[in-house]
Structure formats: structure tokens, C-alpha cells
């Protein structure tokens, strides 16, 4: 066991009580790092959200292990217009909800226009485009119209935040859909939530339709999930490793060499895997508004020696927003952020912060101190606390400032703040642009507030492309500009475990969303 894990086993024990105690085989138990604020896909971002919706609710169609292919999931077949403004959905005619109401195409539109309804503020309603008009010429039949073509339809549309829910139940349940209840499609269905301790999923026994890259296309192969929420580091390995847990994908990657050499566990890496850390800047607070001190700060950090010291070469040093790997990167975008330390500090001389008696610049009587958020999980604390040395090495003084996973988006929210840090999982150049750089997404998950025409040009047109040159063309020109403008501080691009008892067959990760257990149909002891 790991230095310190013992400790930290014990009082995982104390601390979770008889529900660390061995499940029976019929119950899978996951570890993870964080919880959701609520389980509406359709009312927040959270990664913690992520997890359990792609297991309790199923879009209409499903990403493959490459992370580039489509596969039928609610939607058996589909069709596109040549113009690619119509996409024409048959829908399969066996599926029921968790509650046993049949499915049908009411449902699926039901779920975009609630997702695209100007009441609800859906932060990702992007992800469903344009809509013009959807209509259902019979129950298992979906015209899915658009105002302009979006070249990113189909890999949006397997998102979790597509995923279809059954109308009488959101309607029903109202503001507290997400919280009591969710009723999806997915071969789990939700028992219980007691918030940042544990969410407990069922087998949903009808469940026949799942994606054909699983074996098993249900029903799963146990009677329940429980999803315990850990969050300290030493605590989810020390569980691990002592074998109270069946599987997780966060195990702190400073610890991942250990769990390898642990004789009852499997290791596996996620590929592909496209997932950055970065840190971002709020453009419109004074201190960061001037490119010339982001910049600084992008080219005043060791990335090889960050990733070496804390990651233990676990990433990737991060030099461009986007994976070079990744589909439409862009070439040009090599080379925009060079280390340089001497260089960091003439941009900042020439932005008029001066170094003060402290060390400290400022300016106008301010000290050079923004104020940075970052979540109280895994790497991020360390990584903050390195960064912000090398920022004093260059005069700027951060005031970095840590919480709890499930009130952090509420602190963002706030708006206090100069920069804040998270690691995004994308599946292409265009899924990571449109989240973020669009203005209309502002100010989440825009939080650079960076309201640019240029980019939002760029960005509408790849999205409205046809061809897949045009689509490269107009997404390369959109991370140069936001790439040039420094709005973020790529650090690296993060490696993926998902770790599980030997016992545990049928485990393969796949890295939708930063998720790893996508539906668990193959799982079993």
C-alpha cells in the first residue's frame, strides 16, 4: 500500500461506515472523485454529471470506442437531406423508460424543444444546433430540420446533454427533476441520492437496445450501482487498493504506477483520450484584459517540469488549446505559446506593471494579484500552487482559491474572479471550440466572456460547413484567433485510468465526456 494510504483507509472506513463494507455480487461498486449539483442534463455542465446520465439516460445515437464513429442507439437508422438541413430519425419501437412508459418520437421532441427553450437557458443547448423545426409523421419517426447546416450534429447528439427524457415524468417532478427522479431510457435507473455520499442505480430489466459495440446489449449483469463520492486522493487509492471498491477512473495519477503493481487490480489507459487542463482568463476583468499579461503568464510556466514533478509523465506538456491528434487541429497554431521567461516580463513591463518594493507589480496603485478558482480534486491544488510560484518569479502574485466539486460552478458563477482552471474532455477541435468560444455561450461555459465577431464568424461557418475541408478550414482560423488572443493557459493534456478489480471482466474505457464507464453493459464478475 501507498505511503499514507493506510491512514487514509481507515478513515475511509470510519467515514463511510457499513457502506464500505463488501457489496454483494449483485451490486458494482464505482469510487469517484465528485458529485453533480443536480441531474438535469439540461441545466448544468458538470462533469459529475457526465457519469451517471450516459448510464440512466440514452441518446438517439451512440459514439464509438474510436470516438469518431456513429452507431445506432434510440435511433436505429437515420437519413440527411443533400442539403444537410434535415436529418430523418426512425426510432426503434421496443424501448420503455425507467418508469415503464413506452417511448416514442413525442419524447424525443419533447426533450430538444425543453433543451432549446429560451426559459430553461440550457448552457449546451448548442449542442443540438439550430433548430428549425422537429416533427414526427408517426410515433417512431423523428424530421429533425435545421435553420443551416451543423457539421457536428451526429457527435453532439451523443452527448449526455441530448439524452432523451419521458415528458409526464419532468413535467411531474418539475424543479425537482434532476434531484428526486430521473427517468431515462439507459440500462440503469435511479433508486437513490444522498448528495456527496452516494447515487444508487438499478437494473432497468426491460433494457435490450444498447449500442452495438457492446457485447451484451442488456439487461446489464447486475442488480445495482452504487456510486460512492470520495474526494480526497489517498482515500480512493487506499480503497482500491485494499479491494473495497470494483472500479473507478480517478485515481490520482501520482498514484497510478503503485495501483499497476498491485496484484488484485487492473490498469487501462483511455484512448483515445482528448482531455486539456487549462486555466482560463475572464477578459473583461482589468487585470487580464490586456493580452500582454496572458501572454505573460502563458509563457512563464515549465510545462515539461510540471507534468515530470506532479504528474509523474502521466500528460502531456500542453502547448495549443486543442490535441495536435484531435480532429481539424490546426497547424498553425504550433508555436504561439513559447516558454520565455525574460519575455514575460517585458510584456508586462510594456503593459505598465512596474515590479514593486514586494516584488510584486502593479499598476495605478493595484497590485498584479488576480484571483484564481480551482475545484479541491485530484491534481488541481498542486498544479495551482506550482503555477502560482512561477508567477512570482515574474511578479504576479495569485491568489489562488480553492473549493468543494459541487459548489464550485455556483462560486464561477459569482463571476469574482480573474481565472479559474478545470480539464475539459473533447472529441474534436469543433466540440471544444463551440463549447467555449462562441459568444452566445457566455458567461458559461464562456467565462472569458470573450464576445468576438471574428471567432463567432469562424465558428458559425465550420459548423455550417458541408465539406469536411471547408470544416477544417474555418475551425483552424477560429483556434488561431482565440490561440493569438492567449484567452487560455493550456498546460497539458491529461492521461485517463480506469482502474478495476481483476475480477471485474468486460471493463473498457471509453472517454466520452471524461466518463470511461460509458454503460457498463459488459461489466460482470
Not at 488572443?485 to 485517463?496: K, R, T
Request: hydrophobic letters at 40%; glycine letters at 6%; charged letters at 25%.
Amino acid at each position: 500500500m501507498v505511503k499514507g494510504a493506510r491512514s487514509a483507509a481507515l478513515a475511509l472506513a470510519i467515514w463511510l461506515g457499513i457502506l464500505a463494507a463488501p457489496a454483494s455480487a449483485q451490486t458494482l461498486v464505482n469510487i469517484r472523485s465528485q458529485d453533480a449539483p443536480k441531474y438535469d442534463p439540461h441545466s448544468n455542465t458538470s462533469s459529475g454529471m457526465g457519469h451517471p446520465m450516459f448510464m440512466m439516460g440514452d441518446t438517439l445515437v451512440a459514439l464509438g470506442w474510436d470516438l469518431k464513429s456513429v452507431h445506432p442507439l434510440l435511433a436505429k437508422s437515420w437519413s440527411v437531406s443533400d442539403d444537410k438541413l434535415t436529418y430523418t430519425f426512425k426510432l426503434r419501437d421496443d424501448v420503455s423508460f425507467c418508469s415503464g412508459k413506452k417511448f416514442t418520437a413525442e419524447d424525443v421532441i419533447y426533450s430538444f424543444k425543453r433543451l432549446k427553450s429560451p426559459e430553461l437557458k440550457a448552457p449546451l443547448a448548442w449542442r443540438a444546433g439550430n433548430i428549425k423545426e422537429l416533427r414526427a409523421p408517426d410515433p417512431y419517426t423523428v424530421e429533425y430540420e435545421l435553420n443551416e447546416p451543423f457539421a457536428d450534429l451526429l457527435l453532439q447528439l451523443t452527448m449526455f446533454t441530448t439524452a432523451i427524457h419521458n415528458k409526464e415524468s419532468v413535467e411531474a417532478l418539475g424543479k425537482d427533476y434532476g434531484v428526486k427522479a430521473i427517468d431515462g431510457t439507459g440500462p440503469w435507473c435511479f433508486e437513490s441520492w444522498q448528495p456527496r455520499t452516494e447515487i444508487v442505480l438499478k437494473r432497468h430489466d426491460a433494457y435490450k437496445w444498447g449500442p452495438s459495440m457492446y457485447a451484451n446489449k442488456g439487461p446489464v449483469k447486475f442488480e445495482k450501482l452504487s456510486i460512492k463520492i470520495v474526494p480526497e486522493d489517498s482515500s480512493r487509492v487506499a480503497a482500491m487498493m485494499g479491494g473495497q471498491f470494483d472500479v473507478t477512473h480517478q485515481i490520482p495519477l501520482q498514484f497510478i504506477q503503485q495501483v499497476k503493481a498491485s496484484p488484485n487490480l487492473n490498469v487501462q489507459e483511455a484512448k483515445p483520450n482528448f482531455q486539456l487542463m487549462y486555466y482560463g482568463y475572464k477578459t473583461t476583468r482589468p487585470m487580464v484584459a490586456d493580452k500582454r499579461v496572458r501572454e505573460a503568464m502563458n509563457i512563464a510556466i515549465n510545462r515539461a517540469d510540471i507534468v515530470k514533478g506532479i504528474m509523474l509523465g502521466n500528460a502531456e506538456p500542453a502547448y495549443t488549446f486543442i490535441d495536435p491528434k484531435a480532429l481539424d487541429f490546426a497547424d498553425s497554431t504550433k508555436g504561439l505559446i513559447k516558454e520565455d521567461v525574460e519575455r514575460a516580463k517585458k510584456l508586462l513591463d510594456e503593459a505598465g506593471w512596474k515590479v514593486g518594493s514586494d516584488g510584486i507589480r502593479e499598476k495605478d496603485g493595484v497590485k498584479l494579484a488576480p484571483r484564481v478558482l480551482f475545484t479541491q480534486v485530484a491534481y488541481f491544488p498542486r498544479v495551482s500552487e506550482a503555477i502560482q510560484g512561477y508567477m512570482r518569479k515574474i511578479g504576479i502574485d495569485w491568489k489562488i482559491v480553492g473549493y468543494d466539486s459541487t459548489i464550485a460552478p455556483a462560486e464561477m458563477s459569482k463571476q469574482d474572479f480573474e481565472l479559474w482552471t478545470v480539464t475539459f474532455p473533447y472529441i474534436s477541435s469543433g466540440d471544444l471550440l463551440n463549447f467555449y468560444f462562441d459568444s452566445k455561450n457566455m458567461p458559461a461555459p464562456n467565462r472569458m466572456n470573450w464576445n468576438d465577431a471574428k471567432t463567432d464568424e469562424y465558428l458559425k461557418m465550420g459548423r455550417a460547413s458541408i465539406t469536411e475541408a471547408d470544416r477544417a478550414k474555418y475551425y483552424a482560423l477560429a483556434q488561431q484567433r482565440v490561440t493569438e488572443e492567449h484567452l487560455w493557459m493550456p498546460v497539458m493534456n491529461i492521461a485517463m485510468y480506469t482502474t478495476s478489480l481483476k475480477k471485474l471482466k468486460g471493463v473498457r474505457p471509453h472517454m466520452l465526456y471524461q466518463n470511461t464507464f460509458y454503460k457498463g453493459l459488459d461489466y460482470s464478475f
